[in-house]
């Protein structure tokens, strides 16, 4: 994970996103499946720097200007 995660980014991206990253894994056939969850989990116990790992994500509600 580690090794894909600092490969280049796939084209038309500019970096590795959890999601991207969990698809890869599961193309490549180290896995069956794996959740961004996961990648997240696990790029953060390795203390991974290249990627931001939130610890959580906050929703902004849009509010329309009148």
Known sequence: MIATACSKAPTGNTRWTLRLLAD??????IVDSISYETVRRTLKKTHYPKIRVPLHTKTRKLVKSS
């Open 24 to 29: 890869r894994i599961v193309s490549l056939g």
